[in-house]
C-alpha cells in the first residue's frame, strides 16, 4: 500500500516512514526538501499520485493568531489533492483535550484542523496525543531563568514520540476510523512535579517554582490533558526514558 507521510522528514513523521517500511508498505515521505508545499499546493497532487492514504504531520510554524489560516489553507490544499488523486484514506495528528482550552490560539487552530477533515470528501482518522516526553525542555525554557523554572501544576499524561509515531502508523495502516483515537502515555504527572523530575535527572540544580499562571499550559487547568476513558495507554514511561 502507498502511504504519502507530509512531514514525512520531521520528529514524529520520520518515524512513521521507517514503520510503514518495515511493515511492507510503500511509505513515501514528503516535505518542503521533497518539492511538496502544502501551504501553496505546489507538488501535491503528483505526490498522491497512487496513494491509498495520506498522513498529515505538518505543524503550524507558529503557535498564535496566524496558526488557523495555516491549518485551514493546508487542509484545503491538501482534501482537494487527496479527493482528485482518489484517496481512500486521510490521518492527522492532534492532542488530546485540544477542545478543551479555547484559550489557546494553536489548540482553536487544531480544532479547526480537525473540523475541517470530519467535513472534508475525504474518509478519515484523528490521532490525538498527549504532550510528548521530547517537548518538556522547550516547556520549562518558556518560564526559566539561570536559577528557577516556574511551572503550573496542572496535570499531564506525557508519551513518548516513539509511541506517537507507533500509533499514527497503525492507524494509517488500518480502515478509516470516521473518528478520533486518543493515546497517552502510562503516567499523569503535576507540570510541576514533572519539572522537578527532569531537572533531578539532568543533574541541573535549579528549582522548580509552583506558578499556576506560568506558561501556556497555565491556560489547560485541571485534568483535560490527560487520557480520557478509552484511551489507548502507550507502554513506555517517562522516568524509563529519561534514563536511556
Request: without cysteine; charged residues 15%.
Amino acid at each position: 500500500m502507498k502511504i504519502a507521510v507530509l512531514g514525512g522528514t520531521g520528529l514524529i513523521g520520520s518515524q512513521v516512514v521507517t514503520i510503514l517500511r518495515e511493515a511492507g508498505h510503500e511509505a513515501v515521505p514528503l516535505s518542503l526538501s521533497t518539492g511538496v508545499d502544502l501551504l501553496t499546493g505546489q507538488g501535491l497532487s503528483e505526490a498522491l499520485t497512487g496513494a491509498e492514504v495520506v498522513v498529515n504531520l505538518t505543524n503550524s510554524p507558529t503557535f498564535d493568531e496566524a496558526s488557523p489560516a495555516f491549518f485551514q489553507t493546508t487542509m484545503d490544499n491538501l482534501l482537494a489533492a487527496a479527493e482528485r488523486a482518489g484517496v481512500g484514506h486521510a490521518v492527522i495528528l492532534s492532542i488530546v483535550g485540544v477542545d478543551q482550552v479555547p484559550a489557546l490560539d494553536y489548540y482553536r487552530a487544531k480544532v479547526l484542523q480537525e473540523d475541517i477533515l470530519k467535513a472534508g470528501p475525504v474518509p478519515y482518522s484523528i490521532v490525538r496525543a498527549t504532550q510528548f516526553f521530547e517537548f518538556m525542555d522547550a516547556v520549562m525554557s518558556w518560564t526559566a531563568d539561570e536559577n528557577t523554572v516556574r511551572l503550573p501544576s496542572n496535570a499531564l499524561q506525557p508519551i513518548a514520540a516513539a509511541d506517537v509515531a507507533q500509533a499514527v502508523a497503525d492507524v494509517s495502516m488500518g480502515a478509516p476510523l470516521q473518528g478520533t483515537r486518543n493515546i497517552a502515555g502510562p503516567d499523569v504527572f503535576p507540570l510541576d512535579e514533572l519539572g522537578r523530575i527532569t531537572l533531578a535527572a539532568r543533574g541541573d540544580q535549579r528549582t522548580v517554582v509552583t506558578d499556576d499562571s506560568a506558561g501556556m499550559f497555565a491556560a489547560a487547568p485541571g485534568d483535560v490533558l490527560i487520557a480520557t476513558e478509552g484511551a489507548v495507554i502507550a507502554p513506555t514511561a517517562y522516568r524509563e526514558w529519561l534514563g536511556r
